[in-house]
Nanobody, 126 residues
């Protein structure tokens, strides 16, 4: 059974940094495409960053390019999101998502993923 668990959320001041972690179990980690999404109240779930299934391709949303960095540790079955230069617009619940069947061109679509964590709240104060 695939299980995903995010951690690292919290309250941070604008301009600050935060590192999120996603721990995966019940899967062969290197066979999955994986991504970070976020959602704030009243808004649709938004793609943030992700890895292709082979891990050879990463893609960032324009809103986070140059500020956020996605990384992974295959041995520990963990994915990370380093967030720098945070602003109030980054506030939301951050989710990690995994799926084996995601093609690269579909990385940014929530419907491409069958497995989701419970989310971790990030709140950026101005």
């Amino acid at each position: 059974q695939v299980q995903l668990a995010e951690s690292g959320g919290g309250l941070v001041q604008a301009g600050g940094s935060r590192r999120l972690s996603c721990s995966a179990s019940g899967l062969t980690f290197t066979r999955y495409a994986m991504a970070w999404f976020r959602q704030s109240p009243g808004k649709e779930r938004e793609y943030v960053a992700g890895f292709s299934r082979t891990g050879g391709y990463t893609y960032y949303a324009d809103s986070v390019k140059g500020r956020f960095t996605i990384s992974r540790d295959n041995a520990k079955k963990m994915m990370f999101l380093q967030m720098n230069g945070l602003n109030p617009g980054d506030t939301g619940v951050y989710y990690c998502a995994f799926d084996q069947g995601v093609i690269t061109s579909a990385l940014r679509f929530p419907n491409s993923y069958n497995y989701w964590g419970q989310g971790t709240q990030v709140t950026v104060s101005s």
